[in-house]
């Protein structure tokens, strides 16, 4: 038992609470208090019970430990902590969002953000400036694709803090940030100061022909004005009266806004289609999106191409699309996010997103592949029976198949990089080749292409910088050695499994002049990017891509297209 004074004690730490434990407490009864609405609205006297008693167990344990924990604890992160925790158990979209992570929600939302005009990327561990946006303030100073950052009004950057180093970057339009780098050409640092501007978001990053006749458009993201951008590319292409087949690409488009998703499908599906359905928690009201207007491509023949990394907004338009038969999508299985979330004000210092519902697609299938609440008692959602044997129906009864994604009408695989290609790419030799070729060349033609001399160029660099490549096979043969260890085998079998290890680990050479033809053309497609910028660079991919040369194909053929509209698609 405590003594009188030990309680007076305790009193008065109550009494003296920091204004930033007070807004802590402010938070949770925010949110607790969020909850508690929600759940009344559902009725029910077991489970508000139940909801009750959680709630204040929840707030005494915060007050408890905040007050009297031995150590002084940071109430914030302290609830910060409790509140990542009750979330966890859900799915990984439900998320609580403070104020200084909501820049990427505004960017989607608004379409615009303030900026310098840099895209800014970790290569080999180091900060540097990746994209330039012509016309804004670093462009226009004189940053360079290449440049490494160094300091951002005073604080020094790495790549351990890139979340922070995005933050200092962004800002207020009109606001000054002062930037040093260093640059490869040059023999000490360069110092910058830049000034914010509003910038729109680039949700399309290419329009142009990639064949007679056939346009091609790539979606990057579905930001607030994603459905105008696609609109004014179409119009781009049927400028000159040659359009006569369209490819949309949606790879390694991770989604954003519903209503974006429903406005870029209005631009391909027949008028008033149904578009997207929303359902949530068993009980709640469905939610019907359709197509208002007349498309913009009238009955042109259009393919969508689709991968892994395509999720969300495009699955919402692959899946229409694909529903009412209005054009083949083409490539892999895309990602499989069905489910749909919505941003609530919590505080004046946070906001939570929360799942609400699902997605389904005009024939009635469920675009998310995973069942989050499975073996949960808590779901946020109603959870139906399992889609993914269940076979819709599209308008021309074509079988398709739920839960999984979006499988494409047609698949084809994405060119595969080597080994060696993909580390060199993880460790920037590419990029920091490419810089050093820009500082040394200063310029190339539009129509560039490495040859055997500069290759040859770029393996010396390789051999100035030391570069070591593992392979997976001296990787096998050195796990080897440890299992012949563990195993007991005499000194002799671990001498030559160790020598047969540093063997293959010594064939670098070797394995650059076998992979000379892969070399090359990842090297074009980075000088190309850094000198001539990504509208150059996505040029040069074309001619490697299989799944954009088996949709030209496609389109080229009148008979094979009608007949994938015809046929089943595979699940």
Aim: no cysteine; hydrophobic share 35%; net charge neutral.
């Amino acid at each position: 038992m405590m003594d009188g004074k030990q309680m007076q004690r305790n009193d008065e730490q109550r009494d003296h609470r920091t204004p930033r434990r007070n807004r802590s407490i402010v938070l949770i009864s925010a949110l607790l208090g969020i909850l508690s609405m929600a759940f009344v609205a559902m009725g029910g006297g077991d489970l508000l019970l139940k909801i009750h008693r959680g709630i204040d167990t929840f707030g005494k344990v915060y007050r408890e430990i905040a007050m009297n924990y031995v150590d002084e604890i940071d109430p914030e992160r302290f609830v910060r902590s409790g509140i990542d925790g009750m979330l966890k158990s859900l799915d990984p979209y439900t998320v609580y969002i403070d104020d200084t992570e909501r820049d990427e929600i505004d960017l989607v939302t608004t379409g615009k953000y303030g900026g310098v005009g840099v895209t800014i990327g970790i290569r080999d561990g180091m900060v540097m400036i990746v994209g330039l946006l012509e016309g804004f303030s670093a462009a226009k100073q004189g940053i360079q694709v290449g440049d490494r950052i160094l300091e951002i009004d005073g604080t020094a950057v790495s790549g351990s803090n890139y979340e922070r180093i995005r933050l200092l970057v962004r800002g207020a339009p009109g606001t000054e940030v002062r930037m040093k780098i260093e640059r490869e050409s040059q023999a000490h640092p360069l110092e910058y100061v830049l000034i914010r501007e509003e910038i729109p978001v680039t949700n399309v990053t290419y329009v142009g022909y990639v064949g007679a006749g056939v346009g091609y458009v790539k979606l990057e993201r579905f930001s607030k004005t994603a459905g105008e951008d696609v609109r004014s590319g179409i119009r781009q292409l049927m400028g000159d009266g040659q359009l006569r087949a369209l490819i949309l690409d949606l790879r390694d488009n991770p989604g954003g806004l519903l209503d974006m998703a429903v406005d870029v499908a209005s631009k391909i599906v027949p008028e008033s289609s149904l578009v997207v359905s929303t359902r949530g928690r068993k009980g709640s009201r469905e939610l019907k999106y359709y197509s208002y207007e007349k498309p913009i491509l009238g009955d042109l023949p259009i393919a969508l191409l689709v991968n892994g990394a395509s999720a969300s907004a495009s699955e919402i338009v692959a899946g229409a699309v694909q529903d009412l038969d209005r054009g083949i999508v083409l490539g892999t299985r895309t990602f499989g996010k069905g489910l749909v979330q919505t941003v609530t004000r919590i505080s004046d210092r946070g906001s939570l997103k929360i799942t609400t519902a699902r997605y389904y697609t005009p024939s009635g299938r469920s675009i998310q592949e995973i069942n989050y609440a499975e073996d949960q008692d808590l779901s946020p959602i109603e959870l139906s029976a399992s889609d993914s044997n269940k076979v819709f129906r599209t308008a021309h009864n074509r079988q398709v198949y739920g839960e999984s994604g979006i499988w494409p009408d047609s698949t084809v695989e994405e060119n595969q990089l080597s080994g060696l290609v993909r580390e060199l790419q993880r460790k920037a030799m590419f990029f920091r080749f490419a810089n050093r070729f820009k500082a040394q060349r200063g310029s190339i033609a539009d129509n560039f292409r490495v040859t055997d001399e500069i290759l040859g160029e770029f393996i010396e660099f390789l051999k100035e910088r030391e570069f070591a490549y593992d392979a997976q096979l001296s990787s096998r043969l050195t796990a080897l050695k440890r299992e012949a260890i563990k195993e007991g085998f005499g000194s002799r079998v671990v001498q030559r499994l160790e020598e047969a290890a540093e063997l293959a680990r010594n064939e670098r050479d070797t394995l650059l002049m076998n992979q000379r033809d892969e070399l090359r053309r990842a090297l074009t497609i980075e000088i190309l990017g850094v000198m001539k910028g990504r509208k150059a660079q996505i040029e040069a991919t074309f001619p490697y891509d299989p799944q954009l040369q088996a949709a030209i194909g496609l389109l080229r053929s009148p008979a094979t297209y009608t007949q994938l509209l015809k046929e089943k698609t595979r699940p």
